[in-house]
């Protein structure tokens, strides 16, 4: 069972960076496709950054592009999320997903399985 668990949200100034991990257990994270979603108040969630098993990056939303990057470290099991240049339309709870490899790829409209808890993100002068 694929347990994910997401920390470094926290509040934060327009323009400013913050770092948010996934920390992957019960699966190698190079043998799972991964993406960031956020949900802001009274929005519907949406992906943010999906990534493959290698950890190269699939699509990224165009509101982000530019600004937000994903990386993944194999040798702690864990998917990042740098975010500069933040401002008030990216606060949020993040959530990092996951889903099984199809066929040996990471297919694009197949459902994420498992979910963190989610980390609020807050931007805000």
């Known amino acids: 069972q694929v347990q994910l668990v997401e920390s470094g949200g926290g509040s934060v100034q327009p323009k400013g960076s913050l770092k948010l991990s996934c920390g992957v257990s019960g699966a190698a994270i190079g043998t799972i496709c991964m993406a960031w979603f956020r949900q802001a108040p009274g929005k519907e969630r949406e992906r943010v950054i999906m990534t493959d098993n290698e950890g190269l990056t699939l699509h990224t939303r165009s509101s982000v592009k530019g600004r937000f990057t994903a990386s993944q470290d194999r040798a702690k099991n864990t998917l990042w999320l740098q975010m500069n240049s933040l401002n008030p339309e990216d606060t949020a709870i993040y959530y990092c997903?996951?889903?099984?490899?199809?066929?040996?790829?990471?297919?694009?409209?197949?459902?994420?399985?498992?979910w963190g808890p989610g980390t609020q993100v807050t931007v805000s002068s």
């Open positions: 997903a996951a889903k099984e490899m199809i066929g040996g790829w990471c297919i694009a409209d197949a459902q994420y399985t498992y």
